[in-house]
């Protein structure tokens, strides 16, 4: 066994290489069963971040389906999600460049079925009965105006009608097996669906419009997801109305709980179309939820409630589809990154159908992730995921310990995960901690939980942020002179906020952090136009409260470095607010650097950029942190260092 050498933390030379995040990486998606065949999406970033639609047959053949030239993904709400659907072995997408439906035979090229206008589609079924597709519609068609949602019928012929209209937002339409009834969820602003959100039922009349529609559950305090029906036409759904997302169903008028756990569920409708349960048969839901931190697979029986737990090595699950006798969903675990897998549930037999990485790296290079919990502001417990530096190759000086790297995850109402990354294996096999921080208002913990957040936007995530590193530091497992704090979008502001009007961090990366809440409140997308309401209060009539917590009205309390990362087409963060932050730095005198991406949007997609931005992040803290750097990698202009 070789000796492990001796050198500082940050200069340890890892096997796991910016090249090897990209090149043979890829995001797997939306799941989809059509018969005996499995399809899913696969986001690829080394065909420029394109998305395509791969099948696994019956006699396991595994193929694209999606051929070169297009890419499917929606934009609906932005974020996107559902952007295909599969009935009978025909495809219906939506392709991302003109966000046009498509319709793509087996072995065939796509043909559009929407005309070309500003209106994209999203969350599609298929109407068997009437030959039509039901979906999401968002409208941009009207100038200086904020999008109209409507669920609305689509004949293949062209002839487009809206189902359902007048409410900011829909999701969910799900067909009734007999094909009579349709359910669907709803929301106003300024409600995320993760506050409330309403379900209902209409009935299908002659012409094909619906009628006899009636609010099943829900309101402005209840959250509602995934409503589904089962082979004997009962609906099934989930609720948070008991403080957790439960389990429930609507049977003969009346709704009956199936679970009673202090357990999610649920997840935060960021995306259509997310799954944490399905049907094997009217008898048998295979669901999913977390507790902790940590996701589990259950079997639960329909007709006695009963919830019986089914063995996996996963902690992260999502994504769930059913039919009989098998299951699929997305899987990973600490030491095993994200992978599509089917249980045969007669035998409880996983199968991997497909990996998004198929990189094997020696279990000596990864650091595995232990959860904690520490006291934050007002007597309250925080919650975090700690991954300690781990190299096999390598140890530290007996005196040094090493720098920090508090991750502030996107959302803000969202929820680090457990599963293996490489883009945190990335810090800690270089001898880099990364403390991955689940602050009030994160997903996974309960409403009380994720309401911890209400108003306190840029102060409690911030606290909690901030005591997670101080917890660590006096346990002695980190330098405290070397604290760095990193986040994208929502957590960029949370960076942001952390090193404006706290002194506990020593440098960040921000990734098309917001820094401007006034301007996200006047210039942002539909979906969370009004999502600061909720978070910090009406605008403009608490104007005040915004201007206090915009980082860039208080750049003279900012005075260690900053390195930002933005999409040159970013809808949801525009680059007018990195810029704007970039340049009073600038001024100031701080050291500051400003990495862009052309082409990009709300999120890194294209290999080379993803590259770039971690390499160059590295290179900013090896030289704010004094580290020498065990690889050449390209350098980027500090200015002010």
Same mark, same amino acid.
């Given at each position: 066994?070789?000796?492990?050498?001796?050198?500082?933390?940050?200069?340890?030379?890892?096997?796991?290489?910016?090249?090897?995040?990209?090149?043979?990486?890829?995001?797997?998606?939306?799941?989809?069963?059509?018969?005996?065949?499995?399809?899913?999406? =696969?986001?690829? &970033?080394?065909?420029?971040?394109?998305?395509?639609? $791969?099948?696994?047959?019956?006699?396991?053949?595994?193929?694209?389906?999606?051929?070169?030239?297009?890419?499917?993904?929606?934009?609906?709400?932005?974020?996107?999600?559902?952007?295909?659907?599969?009935?009978?072995?025909?495809?219906?997408?939506?392709?991302?460049?003109?966000?046009?439906?498509?319709?793509?035979?087996?072995?065939?090229?796509?043909?559009?079925?929407?005309?070309?206008?500003?209106?994209?589609?999203?969350?599609?079924?298929?109407?068997?009965?009437?030959?039509?597709?039901?979906?999401?519609?968002?409208?941009?068609?009207?100038?200086?105006?904020?999008?109209?949602?409507?669920?609305?019928?689509?004949?293949?012929?062209?002839?487009?009608?809206?189902?359902?209209?007048?409410?900011?937002?829909?999701?969910?339409?799900?067909?009734?097996?007999?094909?009579?009834?349709?359910?669907?969820?709803?929301?106003?602003? &300024?409600?995320?669906?993760?506050?409330?959100?309403?379900?209902?039922?209409?009935?299908?009349?002659?012409?094909?419009?619906?009628?006899?529609?009636?609010?099943?559950?829900?309101?402005?305090?209840?959250?509602?997801?995934?409503? =589904?029906?089962?082979?004997?036409?009962?609906?099934?759904?989930?609720?948070?109305?008991?403080?957790?997302?439960?389990?429930?169903?609507?049977?003969?008028?009346?709704?009956?709980?199936?679970?009673?756990?202090?357990?999610?569920?649920?997840?935060?409708?960021?995306?259509?179309?997310?799954?944490?349960?399905?049907?094997?048969?009217?008898?048998?839901?295979?669901?999913?939820?977390?507790?902790?931190?940590?996701?589990?697979?259950?079997?639960?029986?329909?007709?006695?409630?009963?919830?019986?737990?089914? &063995?996996?090595?996963?902690?992260?699950?999502?994504?769930?589809?059913?039919?009989?006798?098998?299951?699929?969903?997305?899987?990973?675990?600490?030491?095993?990154?994200?992978?599509?897998?089917?249980?045969?549930?007669?035998?409880?037999?996983?199968?991997?159908?497909?990996?998004?990485?198929? $990189?094997?790296?020696?279990?000596?290079?990864?650091?595995?992730?232990?959860?904690?919990?520490?006291?934050?502001?007002?007597?309250?417990?925080?919650?975090?995921?700690?991954?300690?530096?781990?190299?096999?190759?390598?140890?530290?000086?007996?005196?040094?310990?090493? &720098?920090?790297?508090?991750?502030?995850?996107?959302?803000?109402?969202?929820?680090?995960?457990?599963?293996?990354?490489?883009?945190?294996?990335?810090?800690?096999?270089?001898?880099?901690?990364?403390?991955?921080?689940?602050?009030?208002?994160?997903?996974?913990?309960?409403?009380?939980?994720?309401?911890?957040?209400?108003?306190?936007?840029? !102060? $409690?995530?911030?606290?909690?942020?901030?005591?997670?590193?101080?917890?660590?530091?006096?346990?002695?497992?980190?330098?405290?002179?070397?604290?760095?704090?990193?986040?994208?979008?929502?957590?960029?502001?949370?960076?942001?906020?952390?090193?404006?009007?706290?002194?506990?961090?020593?440098?960040?990366?921000?990734?098309?952090? $917001?820094?401007?809440?006034?301007?996200?409140?006047?210039?942002?997308?539909?979906?969370?136009?009004?999502?600061?309401?909720?978070?910090?209060?009406?605008?403009?009539?608490?104007?005040?409260?915004?201007?206090?917590?915009?980082? !860039?009205?208080?750049?003279?309390?900012?005075?260690?470095?900053?390195?930002?990362?933005?999409?040159?087409?970013?809808?949801?963060?525009?680059?007018?607010?990195? =810029?704007?932050?970039?340049?009073?730095?600038?001024?100031?005198?701080?050291?500051?650097?400003?990495?862009?991406?052309?082409?990009?949007?709300?999120?890194?997609?294209?290999?080379?950029?993803?590259?770039?931005?971690?390499?160059?992040?590295?290179?900013?803290?090896?030289?704010?942190?004094?580290?020498?750097?065990?690889?050449?990698?390209?350098?980027?202009?500090?200015?002010?260092?």
């Amino acid at each position: 066994m070789i000796k492990p050498q001796v050198a500082s933390y940050g200069s340890w030379s890892s096997p796991i290489t910016t090249d090897l995040i990209t090149a043979r990486t890829i995001g797997l998606g939306q799941i989809t069963l059509d018969g005996e065949d499995t399809y899913w999406s =696969e986001l690829r &970033p080394s065909e420029q971040g394109r998305t395509v639609v $791969v099948r696994r047959s019956g006699n396991n053949q595994i193929q694209d389906v999606t051929p070169a030239g297009f890419n499917v993904r929606t934009r609906v709400h932005e974020y996107g999600g559902s952007s295909y659907f599969i009935f009978d072995g025909t495809a219906y997408f939506s392709n991302f460049a003109d966000q046009r439906l498509y319709r793509q035979d087996i072995n065939t090229e796509p043909q559009a079925i929407t005309p070309i206008v500003a209106v994209r589609y999203a969350d599609g079924i298929f109407d068997g009965q009437r030959q039509r597709i039901i979906c999401v519609s968002e409208d941009h068609s009207i100038a200086n105006s904020e999008p109209i949602n409507t669920l609305v019928s689509l004949r293949l012929a062209g002839d487009i009608k809206p189902l359902a209209s007048g409410n900011d937002f829909y999701s969910s339409p799900r067909l009734s097996p007999d094909g009579s009834r349709l359910a669907w969820l709803t929301w106003n602003h &300024p409600n995320m669906p993760w506050d409330g959100t309403q379900l209902w039922v209409g009935e299908f009349l002659a012409d094909g419009s619906l009628g006899n529609t009636q609010q099943i559950a829900g309101g402005v305090n209840e959250s509602i997801f995934q409503p =589904e029906w089962s082979s004997d036409g009962t609906l099934y759904f989930i609720s948070d109305r008991t403080g957790w997302w439960n389990l429930y169903r609507w049977q003969d008028g009346q709704i009956q709980a199936l679970t009673q756990m202090e357990a999610e569920f649920g997840r935060p409708q960021w995306l259509l179309g997310m799954s944490t349960y399905a049907f094997e048969s009217a008898n048998r839901i295979i669901c999913t939820y977390t507790q902790q931190g940590i996701w589990y697979l259950a079997s639960l029986d329909t007709t006695t409630n009963q919830l019986q737990p089914l &063995p996996t090595p996963y902690t992260e699950i999502s994504g769930i589809k059913a039919s009989a006798g098998r299951a699929v969903f997305l899987a990973s675990s600490p030491t095993e990154s994200t992978a599509i897998v089917q249980l045969d549930l007669s035998t409880e037999k996983l199968e991997v159908l497909r990996r998004s990485s198929d $990189v094997t790296i020696d279990p000596g290079y990864l650091s595995l992730p232990q959860p904690i919990e520490y006291p934050t502001t007002n007597g309250q417990t925080a919650y975090a995921i700690f991954y300690p530096p781990q190299n096999r190759d390598y140890t530290a000086p007996e005196t040094e310990k090493p &720098p920090l790297i508090v991750k502030s995850h996107g959302g803000p109402t969202a929820a680090a995960s457990s599963s293996l990354s490489f883009s945190i294996q990335y810090w800690t096999s270089r001898g880099i901690a990364v403390l991955d921080v689940n602050y009030g208002g994160s997903t996974g913990y309960g409403r009380e939980y994720r309401q911890r957040l209400d108003g306190q936007w840029g !102060i $409690v995530d911030v606290d909690d942020c901030v005591f997670g590193a101080r917890y660590l530091v006096e346990q002695g497992l980190v330098d405290g002179d070397r604290l760095a704090i990193s986040g994208g979008s929502a957590g960029g502001y949370t960076t942001l906020c952390a090193l404006t009007f706290r002194d506990t961090f020593k440098a960040g990366a921000s990734y098309f952090g $917001v820094s401007d809440l006034e301007a996200l409140a006047r210039d942002t997308h539909k979906f969370e136009s009004r999502y600061l309401e909720g978070l910090i209060g009406a605008y403009p009539q608490q104007r005040q409260l915004y201007q206090q917590r915009s980082p !860039i009205n208080w750049v003279e309390n900012l005075a260690c470095p900053v390195i930002f990362f933005q999409g040159l087409e970013d809808q949801v963060v525009p680059p007018n607010q990195t =810029e704007a932050m970039y340049k009073a730095l600038l001024v100031k005198g701080v050291p500051v650097a400003y990495v862009p991406f052309a082409g990009e949007q709300h999120g890194f997609r294209k290999a080379e950029n993803i590259k770039k931005s971690l390499e160059a992040e590295l290179y900013f803290y090896s030289r704010i942190f004094s580290f020498e750097l065990s690889e050449t990698i390209e350098s980027i202009i500090i200015e002010n260092a």
